[in-house]
Structures are given as C-alpha cells and as structure tokens.
C-alpha cells in the first residue's frame, strides 16, 4: 500500500513540475563536510527571476540541510533537457 501512495505521490510531483513554465538552476552547499550540488527546481511563474527564484529555493534547501550559493538562471522548459544530466538526483527533487 505504502509503495502505490509513494509512487502516486511522486507521479503528481513531477506532472505539477512538467506543467510548470518557469525553473531555475542552482548551485547549494552543506558544511561539514563540505559538499556541493548542482541542482533544476520548478518555481512560480510569479518568481521567474534570479532574485525572485533564490527567494523561493532558499527555504526548500535549508529544509533539507542545504545552503544555497547562487541561482545560475531561470529558463522554461525548453531549457531541462540540456540540465538534466548535470543536475543528475538533483534535477526537480526539490
């Protein structure tokens, strides 16, 4: 039962995450030790920015344990392909 709840979860996650017209790439750290990550997160269409999306990735990260250094960029869909590799389980995780 726990399986079919965690995949419809995740299913709805990612359907929300391809609707989405806006996404940022971004680059976070947790200390101690270091390690860093390159990372693809759908944001608001509202937040479609570099200051804007940070605003909004910021707090998802620190939930986490991460800290975030720069937003590289927003782009829309177009633009996930060519990030998907790089950002790799931190592609749309967050």
Known sequence: MKRYLLAAMFSLMLAG???AECFA???AKQDSPLRL????VAVPDAACSVRA???????????RGWTLLNVVSVFGPDGLAERKANAGAYFLSF
């Open 53 to 63: 999306a940070a605003g909004v990735i910021a707090p998802r990260l620190a939930k």
């Open 25 to 27: 790439d971004y680059k």
């Open 37 to 40: 990550h390159y990372g693809v």
């Open 17 to 19: 995450a391809a609707q």
